[in-house]
């Protein structure tokens, strides 16, 4: 079955540390991989998504992601954390038959001043 | 401002109530979606929408109630909910239902029911 795991419940960092929040990814074929962030109270916000090419992706907000083939991963990464980047990160893929996204459970990202 | 607007923003309903949740996208889009988010559980896609076509019912129980008049707007009527059914409840489109198409998300709705 296909599936998005997201190993993170909680992730706290100081203002201005680095972040990689992690992905792996369970599908027959290469999906199609994207990164969501919620803040409270509002809907999901694209925040960077692959498709092909290139594994290092850039996004916005100074996020970027790398697609890791061999170890069936999407990281997300920072590197200088903001305040008000705390919020709810979510990954999720879609692919071959299937158009639906596929969700993470999401990992909620504090940041500490 | 994501172009996807959601009415009402929070709702409270006794389980005996009949209400409607709307969903308008301003992004000239074709498909549209309902998820539901629970606390600690994945994103849950209920409904599909494409070109007006109902084209995904994940399992949803009856109580809930999609309708998709044009391909801008989107409703989910309620009705006898059950308590368990309180969450928030997101609504997205896409260009169209496909494995590239990027879905943009509205801000939701967050329904009680007592």
């Known amino acids: 079955a296909q599936s998005v795991t997201q190993p993170d419940i909680h992730i706290t960092v100081s203002e201005g540390a680095s972040l990689e929040l992690r992905c792996n990814y369970s599908?027959?074929?290469?999906?199609?991989l994207f990164w969501y962030v919620q803040s409270p109270g509002q809907g999901l916000q694209l925040l960077l998504k692959?498709?092909?090419?290139?594994?290092l992706v850039q996004g916005i907000k100074g996020f970027e992601a790398e697609f890791k083939r061999s170890q069936s991963s999407f990281n997300l990464r920072k590197p200088s954390v903001h305040w008000s980047d705390a919020a709810e990160y979510f990954c999720?893929?879609?692919?071959?038959?299937?158009?639906?996204?596929?969700f993470g459970k999401g990992t909620l990202l504090t940041v500490n001043p | 401002e994501t172009g996807v607007t959601q009415t009402p923003r929070h709702l409270v309903m006794g389980m005996t109530n009949k209400k409607s949740l709307k969903c308008e996208q301003h992004?000239?889009?074709?498909?549209m979606y309902w998820y539901k988010q629970s606390a600690k559980k994945p994103l849950e896609l209920m409904f599909v929408?494409?070109?007006?076509?109902?084209?995904e019912n994940n399992s949803v129980p009856s109580r809930f109630s999609p309708e998709c008049p044009n391909s801008s707007h989107l409703f989910l009527h309620l009705h006898t909910l059950q308590p368990e059914d309180s969450a928030l409840y997101l609504c997205?489109?896409?260009?169209?239902?496909?494995?590239?198409?990027?879905?943009?998300f509205g801000a939701g709705t967050r329904l009680s029911v007592l």
């Open positions: 929408y494409n070109f007006k076509e109902q084209t």
């Open positions: 599908y027959g074929a290469t999906p199609y």
């Open positions: 692959y498709f092909s090419g290139d594994t």
């Open positions: 997205a489109s896409s260009q169209e239902g496909g494995t590239k198409n990027i879905q943009y």
């Open positions: 992004l000239g889009h074709n498909a």
């Open positions: 999720a893929a879609s692919g071959g038959s299937n158009y639906k996204l596929t």
